[in-house]
């Protein structure tokens, strides 16, 4: 089992920034590692991915450009450091991680370890 602790969220106003955190711990190994986020009454939707080395990146056309996702794997930490907040990024946002080392997907399915979310509040 691998667990996923996130932290830093909170509430910043509209064009500020944050810097989610990720800690894994238990049997952790080469995962990539995913970011995605759920607003009230909508899906959970994929923001952010990398693999287990942190060489490939994949974001959602919404955060592009204002959001980078990178990981630390002496510290088996990952981050998404957020620019550029608009009040639609307003969310619980969730760390994930894969079995796979290589693979970092954009669909939940993809994933088989989540942590308990972090709340992001913009406001506008």
């Known amino acids: 089992q691998v667990q996923l602790i996130e932290s830093g969220g909170g509430l910043v106003q509209d064009g500020g920034s944050l810097r989610l955190s990720c800690a894994a711990s238990?049997?952790?190994?080469?995962?990539?590692m995913g970011w995605f986020r759920q607003a009230p009454g909508k899906e959970r939707e994929f923001v952010a991915a990398t693999n287990w080395s942190g060489s490939n990146t994949y974001y959602a056309d919404s955060v592009k450009g204002r959001f980078t996702i990178f990981r630390d794997n002496a510290k088996k930490t990952v981050y998404l450091q957020m620019n550029s907040l608009k009040a639609e990024d307003t969310a619980v946002y969730y760390c994930a991680a894969s079995r796979l080392a290589y693979y970092a997907g954009r669909l939940y399915s993809d994933y088989d370890y989540w942590g308990q979310g972090t709340q992001v509040t913009v406001s506008s």
């Open positions: 238990g049997r952790t190994s080469s995962n990539a």
